[in-house]
């Protein structure tokens, strides 16, 4: 009889814990601490969501712009992590709990203030309606704008038509960026037309008008040099006697360069390298102390009808050349030789060897290219962009390789510049420069709607213009005055022949008032709220650090550092911060174990370092003693002949649930960044990585309903970085994961 009690008493004990260990029955007995606790989680962030478009107008990053792409920075953060461990536990050891207490209360009171005095701000002062700019001045100039040079100065032009053709000319001049003129002079034409072509290269200015070809000194406008593109040793002097050269047919542009400077009479001096009507570029050799040119050889370019229009065409480095045109564009490799046919013994008729082609894009049929540059990148001060913008409002971008290597033509497309539906077609400018003499250069578009200014890498709007310009515009800046030229229309002159006129229209930008974002305005009221609002939840902390309190503080202080490190670094650098923080973070509680320790410590101090989700009404946080690491097991035995035993049922599970804050500040950081720096669609991959944050959380309480403490990053990082992957996938595409990650 007795071991039948006895093995009932067994069951019976196994039956209690086993219900005790069923996993749904915890964690329904936990709901309250954990829905509490969960929405502490989401709260935080969207706080930090909600300070975000404050901190990224002020420019609050932790290491500036730049610093946003700069892994080291990450590793900066990661020492100072481990640092701090080091030092809480230390003082913890040397009892010195005061100096860890009153140390943290004075770093939690200046976090505490990233968020009250910000959300201050946001809430009491009122924002500013944005003074709309206007071109104010206005000024015609009669001349026609005939290229940009890579300064932002022009070559303009103008025709002197006169009553017999062998008497026109034309005068050539360069124009500063504000239209100012540096030097102009006259030039005879016949035989060719009183209209050129301007190619900019390292040299000078190569001018042609199809019959004669010209380097201009940049500075001066010198000639330096003309040459003919037709057989000028035998021509007679009349019209009807131009003969082209040998294997040339016509020159549409022209680039000379010069390879030897220095040379006797005769020596080769360098090359033209011209461009024809029959899509081939040539070169022919320069001599020293001669307008004498040779043909060495010739290839054929890709078919962008360059005889019809041209956007840009210039000398991009000592050995390539850009031609932009309706088209498309394409970057050429300026070669000395071309090779021989190899593909047969017998080389067929008008075969032509292809140029070295470095990058080439062709335009849709019914998408021309409405306007192109050349700028510099947002993201990479080393690199540069060739942009295209279209009928349709497309804008393209490919990042310049100087070190590509063979095979040629595949320059790498710039995906972070989202620009798909963002504008309206057609696209009238794309130009560079630097308005706020801040951080480099914004990128200013021109299009159907008006003038966007867009700044920083994260490419925010921050200037808009509400005026249209005319396709082929230009656009500049000197201090705060902005200046805009375009084609005025044709104009009838003398002999009923054509003549264009330019546009030139300015205004000035107000700092203070023009921004569509102004950054920080302190306010005095709501600055002074902001502190004393801070005052007094420390104040509070310290007199009576109730589980209240201490989550009040918590949360505020959370959203705070997060949204600080959330619009320091872009998405890609956030995940792997989380990643390795999620890594020390496992070895921390699973094997070194000081995680527990300094959790034990940071309880004991009842400091906000911990968010506290009571289980039951009544919970105190001031009776808070029990140590957050697992009690020791112990074994009972109990056999056929021992008596019954009255075995004791588990202890209840605590009275509160306890969460790192960094807990909460990891997936909240990469929330922030993605609504910060990805401008299509931001905000959708950042609540994607809310919720894959919040997956994570739900399953992490799968593993603590027992009541045993777990490391939360790997399961908290994680479910947000999978959000995030899936998000941005979904709402963006591969854009979503390039942001040009440096050391």
């Keep these: 009889m007795a071991e039948a009690a006895s093995e009932d008493n067994i069951k019976r004990v196994e039956r209690e814990l086993a219900k005790e260990d069923s996993l749904l029955a915890n964690m329904i007995e936990q709901a309250p601490g954990m829905l509490g606790m969960a929405f502490m989680f989401v709260i935080t962030i969207l706080m930090g969501v909600w300070l975000q478009p404050w901190f990224d107008s002020a420019g609050l990053q932790a290491f500036g712009e730049s610093g946003s792409t700069q892994a080291r920075w990450v590793g900066l953060q990661l020492a100072s992590i481990f640092a701090f461990t080091f030092v809480i536990l230390w003082l913890a050891k040397k009892h010195l709990q005061h100096v860890i207490k009153y140390g943290l209360l004075c770093v939690l009171f200046l976090a505490l203030c990233y968020t009250t005095v910000p ?29 940009m040079n890579g300064d932002g100065s022009m070559i303009t032009q103008v025709i002197n038509w006169t009553d017999n053709y062998s008497n026109h000319t034309f005068v050539v001049s360069k124009r500063a960026a504000d239209a100012s003129l540096d030097w102009s002079l006259e030039i005879k034409s016949f035989p060719g037309d009183p209209l050129i072509r301007v190619v900019e290269g390292d040299y000078a200015y190569t001018a042609t008008n199809g019959a004669w070809i010209w380097s201009f000194d940049k500075d001066s406008g010198a000639i330096l040099n003309r040459y003919a593109c037709f057989d000028d040793q035998n021509w007679n002097g009349s ?175 710039e995906e972070r510049f989202l620009a798909d539906d963002e504008f309206e077609g057609p696209i009238s400018a794309i130009e560079s420069f630097d308005l706020d003499g801040e951080n480099g250069n914004e990128l200013w578009i021109a299009d159907a709607d008006g003038v966007h200014g867009l700044f920083y890498p994260s490419l925010i709007e921050y200037a808009t213009f509400d005026i249209v310009l005319d396709v082929d515009s230009k656009l500049s800046a000197d201090g705060w005055n902005i200046q805009a030229i375009s084609v005025g229309g044709l104009e009838e002159a003398q002999w009923e022949h054509d003549n264009y006129s330019m546009i030139v229209i300015t205004g000035e930008f107000d700092e203070d008032t023009m921004y569509n974002s102004y950054g920080i305005k302190l306010d005095s009221n709501a600055f002074l709220i902001g502190i004393g609002l801070a005052v007094i939840l420390m104040t509070a902390l310290i007199i009576r650090p109730e589980w209240y309190v201490v989550n009040t503080v918590g949360v505020l202080v959370g959203a705070g550092v997060i949204v600080m490190l959330g619009v320091t670094f872009v998405p890609t650098l956030i995940v792997i911060f989380m990643i390795l923080a999620a890594i020390y973070d496992a070895w921390a509680v699973y094997r070194s174990k000081h995680m527990l320790d300094l959790a034990d410590t940071m309880i004991g101090l009842n400091l906000p370092i911990l968010l506290v989700a009571p289980q039951e009404s009544g919970y105190s946080m001031l009776d808070e003693k029990d140590s957050i690491r697992p009690p020791e097991s112990s074994e009972v035995k109990v056999n056929s002949n021992s008596p019954p035993v009255k075995m004791k049922k588990r202890k209840k599970p605590k009275e509160a649930m306890f969460m790192g804050l960094g807990d909460v500040i990891f997936p909240g950081m990469l929330v922030v960044s993605c609504v910060n720096s990805i401008s299509t669609d931001g905000m959708a991959v950042g609540i994607s990585a809310l919720i894959g944050g919040l997956i994570g959380y739900f399953v992490l309480m799968g593993y603590v309903a027992s009541g045993r403490p777990q490391a939360g990053l790997p399961l908290l990082n994680g479910g947000a970085i999978l959000g995030y992957i899936v998000g941005g996938l979904i709402f963006v595409g591969s854009a979503a994961f390039s942001f040009g990650i440096s050391l």
């Design 239 to 413: 019209l009807e006697d131009v003969k082209p050269l040998q294997d040339t047919d016509g020159c549409l542009t022209a680039l000379e360069i010069v390879e030897n400077p220095q040379g006797e009479f005769e020596e080769l001096k360098g090359a033209l390298y011209i461009t024809t009507g029959g899509n081939e570029i040539i070169r022919r050799n320069t001599f020293h102390g001669t307008n004498f040119t040779a043909q060495q050889a010739k290839w054929s370019y890709p078919q962008l009808q360059l005889n019809e229009k041209s956007l840009h065409v210039s000398q991009y480095d000592e050995d390539s050349l850009i031609i932009a045109t309706p088209r498309g564009a394409t970057m050429i490799s300026l070669e000395k030789f071309a090779d021989t046919y190899t593909d047969g013994p017998v080389t067929p008729n008008g075969w032509v060897d292809e140029c070295t082609i470095e990058w080439l894009y062709e335009a849709e049929s019914d998408n021309y290219v409405t306007a192109f540059n050349i700028v510099e990148s947002p993201w990479d001060d080393e690199e540069k962009l060739a942009m295209l913008g279209h009928t349709d409002g497309m804008i393209s971008s490919w990042i310049i390789d100087d070190e590509i290597d063979l095979p040629y033509g595949s320059y790498e497309e």
């Design 119 to 147: 959300g201050a701000h946001i809430l009491l002062v009122p924002e500013v309606e944005t003074e709309p700019f206007e071109f104010t001045d206005s000024d015609e100039i009669e001349e026609e704008m005939v290229s």
